[in-house]
């Protein structure tokens, strides 16, 4: 008989962030009655990964909808009904509370010390298969992209770009680096090789933090998408950084559209703060700057405009 071979690092890292996040990541199931994109039985299907020790869950804004609650099942057979504590649509954040006995929590990560070409695993439950692992890269970092939650139009700001495989059902999920660390909450599937997550960093802990005490997190809204772009070299030289944020959609009648701002404007800094990240932007997007005037420079054919906006508050469909 042939020697068995052991497993390489690469098959071994993926394994152990498997059996380490499995477990942790429970399939939902969400009555969405009346709703176009419901599954089966007039639910939608996604996952849901618990990170206290006290049964809350995150997942997706777009997996509850305005459902009240549901039902979670974990990989060891167990099931308990859980509610919504809170969503938040900008970020496509959802915290949930179960009212059973959940698995230990998993870890908390922090998103921004990945890097392009890092190992991630993508753990959720593709078409109701629960416990299912897929394995990819970090493929690009600092995405800005529209998307629909509940019929009304969103934009997900800050995302992860990853190729592990995902399917209807992962939404929801774990991605995690190779120490099992949660970094990424699944999110979308953007097409074929394709597909994104949001975060975990200050940002989105300051979030679910919000859902957890209040049920819902003010935030401020400009009505951009952005993506990362270097400044030309005199102005990086100038401002002492290599990029800025290259508005790539104006959403008609939101607040960058009426302070004037453009697609294809290249965004400097904003409320005095430099921009060189999408995530940069979101940390001013909270309640205190809803309603007040917000400075803007961006450059411009070339030269530097400046441009007052005034954040509206964004308002669940």
């Given at each position: ?21 499995t477990g942790k990541v429970a399939s939902l199931r969400v009555p969405q009655a009346g ?22 869950m995150l997942t997706n804004a777009h997996v509850v909808g305005g459902a009240a609650g ?177 508005v790539a959609e104006v959403v008609a009648g939101g607040p960058a559209d009426r302070a ?58």
């Amino acid at each position: 008989m042939p020697e068995q071979q052991p497993l390489d690092s690469y098959s071994q890292i993926v394994a152990g962030v498997a059996a380490e996040l499995t477990g942790k990541v429970a399939s939902l199931r969400v009555p969405q009655a009346g709703r176009a994109w419901a599954g089966r039985g007039g639910e939608s299907l996604g996952s849901g990964v618990v990170f206290t020790g006290d049964g809350f869950m995150l997942t997706n804004a777009h997996v509850v909808g305005g459902a009240a609650g549901g039902t979670a099942a974990f990989a060891d057979g167990s099931t308990t009904p859980f509610r919504v504590v809170g969503t938040d649509p900008l970020s496509d954040l959802a915290v949930l509370r179960a009212s059973g006995t959940t698995p230990p929590p998993a870890e908390l990560g922090e998103a921004d010390q990945l890097v392009v070409g890092q190992l991630v695993v993508a753990v959720g439950n593709p078409l109701g298969l629960a416990g299912s692992v897929t394995a990819g890269v970090v493929s690009a970092l600092g995405r800005s992209l529209p998307t629909r939650s509940a019929g009304a139009a969103r934009l997900i700001e800050d995302v992860i770009q990853t190729d592990a495989a995902l399917n209807p059902g992962n939404s929801g999920g774990a991605l995690a680096d190779s120490h099992s660390q949660v970094v990424g909450i699944n999110t979308a599937v953007a097409g074929v090789g394709l597909g994104l997550a949001v975060p975990v960093n200050a940002t989105t802990r300051r979030i679910i933090a919000a859902l957890m005490r209040h049920g819902k997190v003010r935030r401020a809204y400009l009505g951009l998408v952005s993506v990362p772009a270097p400044l030309p070299a005199m102005l990086a030289e100038r401002v002492g950084r290599p990029t800025g944020l290259r508005v790539a959609e104006v959403v008609a009648g939101g607040p960058a559209d009426r302070a004037g701002l453009r697609a294809g404007d290249l965004l400097v800094s904003a409320g005095g703060s430099p921009v060189a990240a999408a995530q940069d932007l979101q940390r001013l997007m909270f309640a205190e700057a809803i309603g007040r005037p917000m400075a803007i420079t961006v450059m411009r054919n070339g030269a530097l405009v400046d441009v007052i906006a005034e954040p509206s508050e964004l308002v669940s469909a």
